[in-house]
């Protein structure tokens, strides 16, 4: 489920913290060689954390929590296709200012069906790259090739300890 949908949440925490890794803590449970459950927490250098937990065995809220030290971002599942994103200032202890909700709507799906829901919405993921392929760009801006070494040795580093 890492390598499924928790890449995505790590994307998350990089557009939010950048590159710099500081830390990496995971547990989780495997089946038939495949993690099937995974939480995991990444500290970054800036100071930043973000906290998911992915799993195929119950059908999980799948909300995502990027803290930061002036306040949380916490993206609404499904998580690797939100719809809405809460963004919330820090105010003093146990309090919060909600600063910001984004809405992005999903495409229209109604002609047909789908084994997960929200998976119309990586549609945008699609577009972009046939955007780069059109275009004979070999990365996209939105996501670049450092990101991606990133996310694959975090993913590497959580399998690793839900493994042991």
């Known amino acids: 489920m890492v390598m499924d949908i928790g890449m995505y949440c790590i994307q998350w925490g990089l557009l939010a913290f950048g590159t710099s890794v500081k830390n990496v803590m995971a547990m989780g449970t495997m089946r038939n060689g495949v993690d099937q459950t995974g939480a995991g ?23 995502m929590i990027i803290t930061g030290t002036k306040g949380y971002i916490v993206i609404k599942g499904p998580h690797h296709v939100p719809e809405e994103v809460l963004v919330s200032i820090d105010q003093g202890r146990g309090y ?53 070494k990133v996310t694959a040795e975090i993913i590497e580093k959580i399998k690793a300890q839900i493994r042991a």
Not at 138 to 145: A, C, D, P, R, T
């Open 96 to 148: 919060a200012r909600n600063e910001t909700v984004r809405k992005f709507p999903l495409p229209d799906d109604s002609f047909c069906s789908w084994n997960y829901p929200g998976s119309v919405g990586f549609v945008h993921e699609i577009e972009e790259v046939a955007r780069c392929l059109r275009e004979g760009e070999k990365e996209s801006g939105m996501f670049n090739w450092e990101e991606t």
């Open 41 to 63: 927490t990444v500290q970054f250098e800036e100071g930043g954390i973000l906290q998911f937990i992915v799993t195929g065995d119950s059908n999980t809220e799948e909300r």
